[in-house]
């Protein structure tokens, strides 16, 4: 392919992965701070465009050279969100996944699919008591906080009240999404594990925020299944006349994967895989995408999809669940 070629191949693939209400001139006036002419010259092949101005293409679009160039190797390219900055605050982190969000909506069509190890991290933000618990665990056991080394967990004391507000918009984004969930009855084992091992070491300041951590969790539990009968998504306490995004609930008993979340927006693939518990990494790379695509509806061919139809089923599978939480008030 000749460099003309690869070139007006280039800014094709930004006009096509640019959202529909952004225009690609602007923005790379704005990025390369050339005029409107210039731009256009350089779309068209006419100009050629220097290593200085690819460079800036790639670091703010990030883009990969070998994907763009069609090189045939197994490289994929992730970005990985925060990683330039590894102690940032847990609230810091929240706030760039409501913002991945955002951007995911400013798409006309919106899919995510959750391959669910571990239950979405955001659900634990519909009620107050299991999002103040998650918050302290990530912010202590996990960011390592200071100002949480020597403390145990109140829920009077740890509130985090502005993360459970990040928490409440980043579902508000969610449910705006068509839904495709894959759970496992371990799912929530994790934050099983969590509430016990916190338990067994005394990190609970009273008994009294345990039973209102489990009582919460039992909630979220709840909430979800009457999500998965109805076969949409929506806040606690909302009425019917607010959106509410399709959710389509399937549970495989066998298979136990890993944290992937895929998207089609607006017919363009994305993935993310999470990774050190609530980060994540993504790329649109397309091969990547095919291949994480084509596991997941093989994995949907071998289970049950529980939302809407299949109460036995459904029922059987939230019941178990509310019996494993239920033991950690023991």
């Known amino acids: 392919m000749e460099t003309k070629q ?13 959202p529909t209400h952004l225009s690609l001139v602007d ?41 763009l160039l069609q090189l045939k190797n197994d490289s994929v390219l992730f970005q990985a969100p925060g990683i330039m900055h590894p102690s940032i605050p847990f609230a810091q982190h929240m706030h760039g996944m409501l913002e991945q969000f955002k951007y995911f909506n400013s798409f006309k069509q919106g899919e995510i699919f959750y391959l669910c190890k571990d239950a979405p991290f955001w659900y634990f933000f519909l009620f107050p008591d299991m999002a103040a618990f998650k918050t302290f665990f990530w912010c202590k056991t996990i960011n390592n906080e200071p100002g949480l080394a020597n403390q145990s967990f109140s829920l009077e004391e740890h509130r985090f009240e502005e993360c459970f507000a990040i928490g409440r918009q980043i579902l508000e984004e969610h449910s705006r999404m068509n839904t495709v969930e894959l759970w496992n009855l371990e799912s929530i084992h994790s934050s099983i594990n969590q509430i016990a091992y916190y338990r067994d070491a005394g990190i609970f300041r009273d008994k009294k925020d345990l039973i209102a951590v489990v009582d919460s969790f039992i909630q979220m539990v709840d909430h979800l299944q009457a999500q998965a009968a109805k076969g949409v998504k929506f806040m606690p306490g909302a009425t019917d006349i ?32 999470t990774y ?48 494993k939480v239920n033991q950690l008030r023991n």
């Open 6 to 18: 690869l070139q007006q191949q280039l800014f094709r693939h930004l006009k096509e992965n640019l």
């Open 27 to 67: 923005e790379l006036c704005q990025l390369l701070d050339l005029s409107a002419d210039s731009v256009y010259r350089r779309i068209r092949g006419e100009k050629p465009v220097t290593l200085i101005e690819l460079k800036q293409i790639c670091e703010h679009y990030r883009l990969s050279l070998d994907q």
């Open 242 to 273: 607010s959106y509410r995004g399709p959710i389509q609930f399937y549970v495989n008993e066998l298979i136990l994967g890993n944290n992937t979340i895929l998207l089609n927006l607006d017919d363009r693939k994305v993935s993310m895989i």
């Open 276 to 323: 050190s518990v609530f980060s994540y990494l993504i790329t649109q790379d397309d091969r990547f995408a095919a291949k994480a695509f084509d596991t997941f509806n093989t994995l949907l061919s071998r289970s049950t999809l529980v939302s809407r139809s299949g109460e036995k089923d459904r029922n059987r599978f939230f019941n178990t669940l509310r019996d």
